[in-house]
């Protein structure tokens, strides 16, 4: 896919990750969400009933996948079972796009269970470049590249995180999923300005965001994905979407997750401060939720 592809992607709308703990309630509230996010491994591994209401929301609604296990940043081998697995559940819920983290959560088969910074070196992005592209080419959907919040700083970095974000990207050739509050969090902690890293960035390539609630602690912000979307990182996706034009936008939430009417709301205030800018752009590929309603529970 060449770089111009990348922002005629469908906007999707807003929509929220599919989570257990909203199958039952969540038929009743489909139509105020345009689109879902599925956590890859969470699906990967399970059949029943988990693989049943994918079924029948992404019959109902756009999908897109998104991974936390691709470790595209390790010098171990790629994992060709994991690939296999994510290819199956590509082939089965057919997601718009795929994606994962621009960082390293696994070394010598040890899994971390956290997405672990990479140096921003030259270095780093040619290895990372290769392996997006060997991870890419085998899929029949685009392959996005998410960046992280992190905590820790490399002595032996050579570039700023935006360059080494738009490096990695560009000779990749993928698309970037902007994680706005992840933006917020990293320019807080490493005292940045997130204006100018956003204007540094290769927006023609961002084909999705992620929106989310952070927690703000005496000395550093922890990106929890536990809490709404402070009035900030607000501020900052109108800021992007002035600059991108229409994005699929979606709200995290991982932990302490509310019930579903919380999950409409705490997105609408999403879709509202989006139509602010970008008025009433329709989304594409809602395909009416009648198959969704009538789900077994
Ligand atoms: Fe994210």
Request: charged residues 25%.
């Amino acid at each position: 896919m060449t770089a111009t592809a990348f922002d005629e992607l469908p906007f999707l709308g807003y929509g929220i990750g599919l989570r257990r703990t909203h199958f039952d309630t969540l038929p009743a509230w489909l139509e105020r969400f345009d689109f879902f996010e599925v956590l890859s491994e969470n699906f990967m591994a399970f059949g029943g009933r988990p693989r049943e209401v994918l079924r029948r929301v992404a019959a109902a609604r756009p999908v897109v996948l998104h991974g936390v296990s691709l470790s595209i940043g390790s010098v171990d081998p790629l994992d060709e079972s994991y690939l296999d697995a994510l290819s199956g559940l590509i082939d089965e819920v057919k997601p718009r796009w795929f994606s994962d983290h621009l960082c390293l959560s696994s070394f010598e088969e040890v899994d971390y269970h956290d997405l672990v910074p990479l140096p921003f070196t030259e270095e780093a992005v040619a290895h990372v470049a290769e392996r997006v592209r060997a991870v890419a080419g085998r899929a029949p959907v685009p392959f996005l590249l998410e960046n992280p919040s992190y905590y820790i700083a490399y002595r032996d970095s050579e570039m700023s995180e935006a360059e080494f974000l738009r490096e990695v990207v560009t000779r990749a050739d993928c698309g970037l999923l902007l994680d706005v509050n992840n933006v917020y969090v990293n320019a807080e902690n490493h005292g940045y300005d997130a204006r100018a890293f956003i204007d540094a960035l290769p927006l023609e390539r961002v084909a999705q965001l992620h929106m989310a609630g952070h927690l703000v602690l005496p000395d550093v912000i922890i990106d929890t994905h536990g809490a709404p979307v402070v009035p900030a990182v607000m501020d900052l996706f109108r800021y992007v979407l002035e600059r991108t034009g229409p994005v699929s936008t979606l709200l995290e939430w991982d932990h302490d997750i509310p019930p579903i009417d919380v999950m409409a709301r705490e997105l609408d205030a999403i879709r509202t401060a989006g139509r602010e800018v970008l008025g009433d752009v329709a989304p594409d590929g809602v395909v009416g939720g009648e198959e969704a309603t009538t789900w077994r529970r």
